[in-house]
């Protein structure tokens, strides 16, 4: 499975888009980008995944690049409870494992 | 009811001790995985397992081991626990049909070995 690279950590204020970038330039054409969320300590929480298209449910928005070597994790209005560590994950869906890397720590401030 | 149960939640222990980390889950699922975080890191595979009859090695799996008792139920073991194996632990379960694999994660077990 293709490794990523995401920030540290970002800030966003509340009520606006939260934009976090995720690179994973060495993705090959059967992965798919996966997007998690870990808040405080519990165990992470599924966001969202895509192969080629954008995709957009209830939670957030994933725009991916034309040639798939970056995307995007968009929650469109920030809220307080969308503080949390956000990890972008590529892997082929019948794959073994999940390689989770260190994610983005996203703040959200008042 | 959680559809991944881990228990205990909390466990403090002393070096050299025995320590099982147990895993149950309710959504059907034939694969599943412990995984281990450190403070300020991100996740780690342990060991994972796609059948009762499959067990795989992770990432990080010296001086763990595991046992796939049913379909439902996944153990970790620290046969000799040491103060560096502490740590918060999940367990997790997906089903690979389709596109989705997403994971889904139990809340975890966090173990201190004094």
């Known amino acids: 499975d293709a490794k990523t690279t995401q920030p540290p950590s970002m800030d966003c204020a509340e009520g606006r888009a939260a934009n976090l970038p995720c690179n994973h330039s060495t993705i090959s054409g059967n992965e798919y980008v996966y997007w998690y969320r870990q808040i405080h300590s519990q165990g992470p929480q599924y966001i969202i995944h895509?192969?080629?298209n954008n995709e957009t449910n209830e939670m957030a928005s994933l725009i991916i690049t034309e040639d798939r070597k970056s995307s995007t994790l968009i929650l469109p209005h920030a809220t307080l409870r969308d503080t949390a560590v956000y990890y972008c994950i590529v892997r082929v869906p019948t794959g073994n494992q999940f390689y989770f890397g260190t994610g983005t720590s996203l703040t959200v401030i008042p | 009811d959680a559809d991944v149960t881990q228990t205990p939640r909390n466990r403090i222990t002393k070096t050299g001790k025995r320590i099982m980390l147990e895993c149950s889950q309710t959504?059907?699922?034939?694969?599943m995985y412990w995984y281990r975080q450190d403070p300020g890191l991100g996740l780690r595979l342990i060991y994972y397992?796609?059948?009762?009859?499959?067990?795989n090695k992770g990432e990080i799996s010296d001086g763990y081991s595991v046992s796939r008792q049913a379909q439902a139920k996944f153990s970790l073991s620290l046969e000799s626990a040491i103060p560096n194996q502490t740590a918060l632990y999940f367990c997790?379960?997906?089903?690979?049909?389709?596109?989705?694999?997403?994971?889904?994660f139990g809340e975890g077990s966090r173990l201190t070995v004094l």
């Open positions: 959504k059907g699922h034939d694969r």
């Open positions: 397992s796609f059948d009762v009859k499959d067990i």
């Open positions: 997790a379960t997906s089903d690979p049909l389709g596109e989705g694999g997403e994971l889904f």
């Open positions: 895509g192969l080629k």
